[in-house]
DNA sequence: CATGAATGAGTATTCATTCAT
DNA sequence: TATGAATGAATACTCATTCAT
C-alpha cells in the first residue's frame, strides 16, 4: 500500500482537529455576541448553546464552565488588542509615533471594527466573580507594561527624561483610562461611531501632549 | 387642641423621621460594605439584611429592590464626587487651576478617605443590569458634562480656543478616564494607597499637559 | 393591661414555634416515605416537596440539603431505636432476660410498627455519600457501644467472664448484624411480616445461645 | 483444507478471544475499585474507562451500561463466595465443623484478601436501583439457600432436630448478618484488619452456640 | 472493535420578592 | 413599621448513553 494509504486516517484526524476547533470558535462566537447585547449574567448558558446550534453539554465538553466561557473571551480579546498596539509600537519604533500609531490602530481599527471586544474587554469583564477579576487584572497588567515599555523606548530614544520613576507606569495607566472611556463613551453609548474617528484623533493629541508634558528636559 | 397635644406627636414624628432615616443609611452602608468585597451578585438580600441587623421585609419597605440599592449607592456617591469637584472648581473660577485642584480633591480626598466609593461607582456599577447601566450612564454623562462646563469656563476665560466643537466633551471624557483607572490601578489593584499621592499629582500634570495641547491660540 | 395582654404575643410565637416544628415533621415524613419507597437518589426533591405540599424553597428551609434530610432521618430512627432499646434494658436490668426484651422489642415493636424506619436506618443510609456514610457509621457504633454495654453489666452481673477482652464489643456487632439481616430478609424483601414474630423470637433464642457460647467461667 | 490453513485463524481467534477477556476483567477491576473508594453513584463511567484504559465506548461494548457493571460485579463476588464457602463446608461434611471451616475462610480468606469484594458485597450493592436491588436480593437469597442447606445436613447427620421448620432458614440469615456486620465494622470501618483474626474466631464461636441454642433434642 | 464527540434530560440549589401576622 | 417564613422561577452543571467515523 502506498504512503498515501498511511495519510489517510491521519488526513480525518486533521479534519476532526480542524472540526473540533471550529466548534469551539462558534461557541465562543455565540457567547460573545450575548455577552455584548445581554450581558454576562443575563444570558444564560441554555441562550448560548442555542445561538451556537449545540447542545448544552457540548458548550460544556469545550469549556469548564461559564466562567471559563468568559475568561477565554477576554483573553482572546487582550491578546489581538495587544498584538494590534504591539505591531504599531514597532512601525515607528522608539518614536512619539509609535503612541500616535497604536493610539490611532485602537480607536480606528480595533474599536470601529469589534465593538463587542471593546464591549467584553471593558465592560463585561468588570466585577463577575474573583476568578474573572484575577484574570481581567492580570490582562491590563500586561497591556500596561507593554505601553510603559512603550514609553520607556521613546525616553531612552529621545534623550529625555520623565518626572519621576513611575513615571512611565503612571502614563500608560492614565493612556488605557482613555483608551477604554472614549470607546465606552462614543461606542458603547452614544452610538457615535462616525464621532470616534475625530474624538479619537484628539485623544491622541491629548495623550500626546500628557506624556511631553512629564517629560523634563527637552 | 393645646399646644401640648400637638407637639407631643410632633416630636414623636419628627424621632421617627429620624430614625427612618438612620435606617436608611445602616442598610445603605451594610449594602456597600458588602457589595466592595463580595460584589454585587455575590451579595444575597439576606446578608445585607443580616449586616444591617434588620429582617429581610425591612430592607425591601425602605428599598424597592436590589437593584434600587445598587442605584441609590451610586447615586449618592456620584454625587458626592459632583459636589466635592464642584467645590474645587469654584475655588479657583474658570482658570486651569481650577481642574488642577479638582484632581487633588479626586486623589487625595476621594479616593484616599473613601476606596469603597470608588468601588462602587467604577467598578460595581458596571454592566449589572439594563436599569442600573442606564443609571450609571446617566451619572458619567452627568460628570463629564461638569467637566466639560468647567473647560468651558477655563477656554472663555484665558481667552483661547480649543481644537474643534467637540474637544470640550472629549477632554471630559479623557479626564475621567484618568480618574477612574488610576484609581483602580493603584488603589483597588495594587493597594498602592500612599503611591496615589505620588501617582495622583503627575495624573493631574499629564492631564493639564494634555488640555494645553489641544489649546490652539496661545 | 392585664397580664394576658402580654401573653398574646408570646402564645402567637408559641403557636408559630409549633407550626414550624410541624412543618420539619412533614417534610420528613415525606421524605422518608419517597426514599423508602424509591430509594434516596431517586427520589428528586420536587417530590419530596410536592409530597409535603410545600414549594422547594421551604425544604430548603427548613433543611440544609437533601443529603442533610436523610441523615435527619437517619439520626431520628436511630434515636428512636436506641431508646427503645435501652427501656428494654431497664426493665431487667443486667439479666439475659434485658438482652431477650431487647431484641422481642425490636423484632415486634421497632420492625412491625416502623417498617419503614428499618429500611432507612439499614438500607437507605448505606453508601450514599461521604457525609451520610460517616453518620451511619456514627449512629450504628453508638448502637453497638449500648448493647456493649449491656453486655459487660450482665457479666458482672452474673460473675462469669466471656472468652477474650474484645467479647463484649464482638457480640454487639454480632447482634447488630443478626437484628438487620432478619429485619431486611422477612420485613423487606419477603414481605413476611407474620414470619417475623417467631423469626424474631428465635433470633433472640439464637443471640442468646451465641453469647452463652462465650462465657466462659459459668 | 490444509490444517495450518485452518489453525492459523484460529489461533488469531483465540488470541482475540483472550484479549477481550482480558478487556472484560481490566474494566471490570478499575470499576471495582473505583466503586469502593468513591462509591457507586460518585464514580462516573468516564472515571471507570480512564482507569481501566480505554474509551468510554468501549466500556459501552464489553457491558451493557453502568449498573450491569456493578451488578457483574456482585455476581463475581456472589459467586467466589458461594464456592469458597462449599468448599468449606465440603470438607467436613455434615458436620458443625464445615460451619467452623466455612465462617473461618470467610473471615480468613476473603475478608483479608479481598476487602473490596466485601466492599463490593455488603455495602455498594445496597439501594442503588430497582435491578440492582434485584439481583443483590437473588444472591444473597442464595448464600441462604447454601448455608440453609448446610445447617439442614448438619441436623440429619447428627440426629437432632432444630426449634421449628423454619429455624434453618432464620439460622442461615443471622449467620449472613453476623458475616457482613462483622467484616465491615472490623474491616471497613476500623480498619483493624488484624483484629479480624480473632473477631472472626469468636464470631464463629459465637455462631456455633447460637446453632446449637436453636437444636432441640441433643 | 474502538473511539470520543455530542446529546439532552434530569436535578440540586439559589435567591429576589411577597405577604400574613 | 417590622418580621421572617414561604414561594417558585431560574439556572448552572452532570453524566449515562449513543453513534458516526
Redesign the interface.
Known sequence: MPVTGAKKPARTALRRQREKEQRHETILGAAETLFVKK????TSLEEIAEAAEVSVGTVYFYFKNKEELLISLMQKVGAHLRVMLQEAFLKKQGTMEGIVEAGTVFFQDFCRSHPGHASIFF??S????ARVETER?RL??KL?SDLEKALVRVRSETGTTY??A??EE??A??I???????AE??LL?HDRAD?IT??GR??V??????????MTGR
Chains 1, 2, 3, 4 share one sequence.
Open positions: 450581558g454576562y449574567h443575563q465592560r463585561e468588570g466585577g463577575r466573580s487584572k491590563y497588567v500596561i518626572l519621576s513611575g513615571s503612571l502614563m495607566v492614565c488605557l483610562g482613555i483608551y477604554e472611556r472614549v463613551y462614543y453609548w464621532d475625530e474624538a484628539e485623544a493629541a491629548f495623550t500626546v501632549a500628557g506624556i511631553q508634558g512629564l
